[in-house]
């Protein structure tokens, strides 16, 4: 439950812009190396200056892992990711969220009871053991139960080769929480749809499953808004109008828009495929569209395009303003940890195996 202490002060909405961000940099500089902010690619464009670091998930959790010398890390993402940061830093390091609503709604799809149960339930149906695969956009809690039982985390940069070699053991798979990143890695590694089923956590059960299919991976179903929005009939218009286009979305969209497209990655490799091709390729992108538009900003001799310029960007990520990144400097340097994300010992010390296997397999 979110606390009345961990919503913002009326005084900072109150503030002008030039005043927080004047603010933002005297704090920025009192703090020297004691402090690092972190954004994820789909922050809104006022906070990227601010930022020490920008990158994909995968980027983000290694960077907070080997900065030893900040005491303060502000996670300019969403909650599943400050969590993260906080596993993997060290006692003396404390991580903080600048808004607490910023969560991410798949991650929420799937709570650690819904996958005790239908971990029961899909173990009785399976002759061999199943792994837990969990995207790294999942609870701490979800985390812990992938740990405690012989499971690993990815995220959309490394999917591709962890799910290779947990396959090459011949063991059924459970990847969670979303199903199109399981089906987009699954399927480009030659596993067949009709050896996937998607589970559902509510009904408790396996749908479309074919009982003379042997199943390899099993999805739970669960997906990302922002990602729905993308579709084939944008991307053949888009194709129509102008030749020699190529497209990249990322692999949160749905099968088909993956298939209809050139290429799909992570946020990251979106950013290196559009800055290593050469000035005046046509692109068309399917992510964010805050990304999208610093991508078009940024790379002016390039020819970029959203597939759906008019998609709704991330809620919970556009949470986030320079008036929560001011609050949380300000709350920091009284002492006080309202915005602070901390993760039990617990929990840590579950998940902490799930993320260890992620970093040794990809
Ligand atoms: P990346 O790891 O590719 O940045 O993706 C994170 C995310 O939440 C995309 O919706
Ligand atoms: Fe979660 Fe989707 Fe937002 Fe990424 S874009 S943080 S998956 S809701």
């Known amino acids: 439950m979110i606390t009345k202490e961990q919503l913002i002060p009326k005084k900072y909405l109150e503030m002008s812009e030039s005043a927080i961000k004047e603010s933002i940099f005297i704090k920025k500089e009192e703090f020297g190396d004691s402090l690092t902010i972190l954004a994820h690619h789909y922050q809104k464009d006022e906070i990227i200056p601010f930022a020490d670091a920008v990158g994909d998930s995968l980027e983000l959790a290694k960077i907070a892992q080997g900065n030893k010398k900040a005491k303060h890390i502000i996670f300019c993402g969403v909650h599943f990711m400050a969590e993260t940061a906080d596993m993997l830093t060290r ?4 991580v903080y969220l600048p808004d607490a609503l910023a969560g991410c ?3 929420d799809m799937a709570t650690r009871r819904q996958l005790e149960i239908g971990w029961e339930k899909l173990s009785s149906q399976f002759s061999k053991p199943i792994i837990p695969i969990t995207y790294i956009n999942s609870t701490a809690e979800v985390k812990a139960f992938v740990g405690e039982h012989g499971g690993v985390i990815v995220t959309s940069s ?10 090459s053991q011949n063991y059924p798979v459970l990847f969670l929480p979303d199903q199109h990143l399981g089906r987009n890695t699954s399927y480009h590694l030659g596993v067949e749809l009709e050896e996937m089923a998607v589970w559902n956590p509510r009904k408790e059960q396996l749908l479309n499953y074919d009982e003379s299919a042997k199943l390899k991976v099993v999805l739970w179903q669960g997906r990302c808004c922002v990602h729905q929005q993308y579709s084939v009939k944008q991307i053949e218009e888009l194709r129509e109008k102008i030749p020699n286009l ?5 692999p949160e969209c749905p099968l088909e828009v993956v298939l209809a497209s050139d290429l799909y990655g992570s946020t990251k490799k ?3 495929e559009v800055a290593n091709s050469p000035q005046g390729t046509y692109w068309a992108i399917g992510t964010d ?3 999208v538009n610093r991508i078009i900003h940024n790379f002016p001799n390039h020819n970029i395009i959203s597939i759906n310029s008019s998609a709704f960007s991330c809620i919970t990520m556009n949470r986030i303003h320079l008036a929560h990144l001011l609050w949380t400097l300000d709350e920091i340097q009284l002492g006080k940890d309202t915005q602070r994300i901390r993760v039990d010992p617990r929990t840590t010390t579950s998940a902490l195996k799930a993320l260890d296997r ?3 397999f990809g």
Do not use: G
């Not at 006692?91 to 404390?94: D, E, G, L, M, V």
């Open 91 to 94: 006692s003396y390091q404390k």
């Open 270 to 272: 979106i950013v290196d």
């Open 358 to 360: 992620m970093f040794t």
């Open 246 to 250: 190529k497209v990249i979305v990322h």
């Open 289 to 291: 569209n805050n990304l």
């Open 158 to 167: 490394n999917a591709e080769t962890i799910l290779k070699r947990i396959l």
């Open 105 to 107: 709604s798949m991650a």
